[in-house]
């Protein structure tokens, strides 16, 4: 299978070209920056420079291709406006895109941010059928695209949105990544002060939903969250500390250790992920963090925690 990717050479982009490629699937991928070019993931065939909102770039993206995964998002066209810009990159593009690849496959990278209210009918457990209400433009633009998949799915169309929580994983861009700023404020001041947490997917996991999505094709569940576990920034302020030999770390641990709220793993087990690395993929993740910024403090490795 010949598949169309946007926002390949991003940090999401690039887990997923690799899976693909990996799964024997060719890949060609949209990519807006032309600097990266010289940095593409393996197995990118024939990479199209350009911007997801050009209609040129997008017919020479899809062209021939038998899928489409919609991975990019502008986030400067959301961040800088005016709102015109957000409009066009994000939501019109995706649509335009939608529209002229049926009906071929496409899956579509949302995220749990289509929630913000949760109603208390769902007891806490947030599944497929839970109404979306975001709390952001980010959300909103999210269920705006999501909205036309339902109108595909209905027409018979193999569609999936694909809904991660926070990704973590090595970003290429290292200051990016989930708990880089936790562990350079921990190395200059020994504190961390940040309270509550978040949600969290692997990079791969997200990876591994998407093949799985294109595998199952119309019988994969219309909407996948993709929410491993729960944790605070403290708690990988903690493990980060430990990983850095900082045994005199102040870190705030007073938020709750659990979320109010659970998303269910049914639809991610379906296709193909089981969501179980829990807090010792988070672990993984922290002393690989805490290895970047180590060097720049001096200090001897410390043991891993376990």
């Avoid at 017919?59 to 489409?68: E, K, M, N, S, Y």
């Avoid at 269920?143 to 994983?169: M, N």
């Avoid at 093949?211 to 944790?231: E, F, N, S, W």
Wanted: aromatic share 4%; glycine share 10%.
């Amino acid at each position: 299978m010949l598949v169309a990717l946007t926002g390949a050479n991003g940090f999401i982009g690039r887990a997923i070209a690799r899976h693909l490629h990996a799964s024997g699937h060719g890949v060609r991928g949209l990519v807006r920056d032309p600097a990266s070019i010289a940095d593409l993931p393996p197995g990118l065939l024939d990479p199209v420079i350009g911007d997801q909102a050009d209609p040129k770039r997008r017919r020479a993206l899809t062209d021939g291709v038998d899928a489409v995964v919609h991975n990019a998002f502008d986030w400067a066209a959301l961040r800088e406006g005016p709102l015109d810009r957000h409009i066009r990159a994000n939501i019109e593009s995706a649509l335009h895109l939608l529209a002229d690849t049926a009906p071929r496959p496409f899956v579509f990278i949302s995220s749990v941010a289509v929630h913000h209210e949760i109603l208390d009918a769902w007891n806490g457990v947030i599944d497929a059928a839970h109404p979306t209400r975001p709390g952001s433009a980010y959300g909103a633009a999210k269920v705006a695209v999501e909205a036309h998949l339902f109108v595909e799915r209905a027409r018979g169309r193999a569609v999936c949105s694909l809904r991660p929580a926070a990704v973590y994983g090595m970003d290429p861009k290292v200051e990016r990544t989930i708990g880089y700023p936790i562990a350079a404020g921990l190395a200059q001041t020994r504190r961390c002060d940040r309270q509550g947490g978040g949600k969290f997917v692997h990079v791969d996991d997200v990876a591994v939903a998407v093949t799985g999505a294109l595998r199952l094709g119309a019988a994969a569940p219309p909407v996948v969250h993709l929410a491993d576990c729960y944790a605070r920034w403290g708690d990988l302020a903690l493990w980060m500390a430990a990983a850095m030999g900082l045994d005199d770390a102040v870190i705030d641990l007073s938020s709750p250790a659990t979320s109010r709220n659970q998303f269910t793993k049914e639809e991610a087990r379906a296709v193909g992920v089981s969501l179980d690395r829990g807090h010792d993929g988070l672990r993984i993740h922290a002393r690989a963090v805490a290895a970047l910024v180590r060097p720049a403090m001096g200090t001897p490795d410390a043991p891993a925690p376990s």
